[in-house]
């Protein structure tokens, strides 16, 4: 089997020298996802404790999983618990500036879209307050779905839910933002039933 082969259950499972290839795939995922939440600084001492945590854990994992996403993101979900305050100081900052005070990540930068457009700012400053005032599960659930792109499936295995609490808990933290947002902005409900 080539490196390219390998299955993530292998890399998590296997000698202890293989876990640095899990790194290689993920870890720019997992710094992404967490600078988007708290700050670039923070996001690599948080990488670096994911896998850490994962390291020590690889004992206990479910060979039956291929993919490890799931799992590092939940390691990951449960180690930004911690940094709660940050990241609720980091949206109430953008609430009411409208500006990124972590200064973002690319192409996903909340400032840089909301100067293409006036209004955008304002949905912006909007959608922070709400993912502020949310509470920490609907916002772990749905930023684990929007930022770091994980399916319904992937949800459930990476904070350990059942299936219908990742779909209602993901509905209620959409229905927050819709209603956080212009109608110009805010996706017609029946468009989005089927994916809710």
Do not use: C
């Amino acid at each position: 089997m080539t490196v390219t082969e390998r299955s993530d259950a292998s890399l998590v499972t296997g000698a202890p020298e293989l876990f640095g290839e899990l790194f290689e795939r993920y870890g720019g995922w997992l710094y992404d996802f967490s600078a988007r939440r708290v700050g670039r600084q923070l996001a690599e001492d948080l990488v670096a404790e994911t896998f850490l945590v994962a390291f020590s854990l690889r004992d206990r994992y479910d060979r039956s999983v291929i993919n490890a996403r799931p799992w590092l993101f939940g390691i990951l979900t449960n180690l930004l618990r911690k940094h709660h305050r940050a990241e609720v100081r980091w949206l109430r900052a953008l609430e009411k500036s409208g500006t990124d005070p972590l200064g973002g990540s690319g192409q996903h930068n909340f400032a840089d879209r909301a100067n293409e457009r006036l209004d955008a700012k304002a949905a912006t400053q909007a959608l922070a307050g709400v993912l502020a005032a949310m509470p920490r599960d609907q916002r772990d659930l749905l930023l684990l779905h929007v930022w770091a792109g994980l399916d319904y499936p992937e949800l459930a295995s990476a904070l350990g839910l059942a299936p219908g609490t990742v779909r209602s808990r993901l509905h209620r933290a959409k229905a927050r933002l819709r209603g956080a947002l212009p109608a110009h902005y805010a996706p017609s409900t029946s468009a989005n039933e089927g994916n809710a």
